[in-house]
């Protein structure tokens, strides 16, 4: 495995970070995506050898870095809980519901043909344009909406397999 992709990997954390903190509405201060950005490194970091050979680093590093920043956001929604003076019912915290249907399609795009999920991504991950993908990737632009609609066909698929949708 390159170590300059890996480099390259742990310099993105906190753009990622930031990205989803950004369309969870924002539960996390700069601080706190600082604090998550440290475990994150160290967790990929003590991980990295358990990643298969031919695994997508990319998917990959976003998993794990979806998976911190929920933990981190249950951590300040459990700290919030217990600083509350009153005892009402609290009602259920929809952005965590947001953040685990979330997990299910990332786990549901691993099943996805890679052209097709790496497709997927750069559309709904990266905000990035059909035009822009085919330029990235240097191919049609035909080609790209192909690879998006199959897999998005692949991943209704496999959500509906595991109960997800």
């Known amino acids: 495995m390159a170590e300059a992709e890996i480099e390259r990997r742990l310099q993105l954390l906190g753009r990622m970070l930031g990205g989803l903190n950004r369309r969870m509405g924002g539960p996390l201060s700069a601080a706190d995506l600082e604090d998550?950005?440290?475990?994150?490194?160290?967790?990929?970091?003590?991980?990295?050898?358990?990643?298969?050979?031919?695994a997508p680093l990319a998917a990959w590093f976003y998993r794990i870095c979806s998976f911190e920043f929920r933990n981190a956001v249950r951590r300040?929604?459990?700290t919030e809980v217990t600083?509350?003076?009153?005892?009402e019912p609290?009602?259920?915290?929809?952005?965590?519901a947001h953040l685990e249907q979330r997990e299910s399609v990332l786990h549901a795009l691993e099943q996805v043909r890679p052209d097709d999920a790496t497709t997927i991504r750069m559309h709904h991950l990266d905000g990035l344009t059909f035009v822009e993908i085919a330029?990235?990737?240097?191919?049609s632009v035909n080609t790209?909406?192909?690879?998006?609609?199959?897999?998005?066909?692949?991943?209704?698929?496999?959500?509906?397999?595991e109960g997800g949708a």
């Not at 600083?83 to 005892?87: A, F, I």
């Not at 790209?144 to 397999?161: F, I, N």
Request: proline letters at 2%; a positive charge.
């Open 90 to 96: 609290l009602h259920q915290d929809q952005t965590l």
């Open 36 to 54: 998550v950005a440290q475990e994150t490194a160290t967790v990929a970091i003590r991980k990295i050898r358990e990643l298969p050979a031919g």
């Open 83 to 87: 600083s509350l003076d009153n005892h």
């Open 76 to 78: 300040k929604r459990r």
């Open 135 to 139: 330029e990235r990737l240097r191919t």
């Open 144 to 161: 790209v909406k192909g690879r998006y609609y199959r897999g998005a066909e692949q991943l209704r698929g496999h959500l509906r397999r």
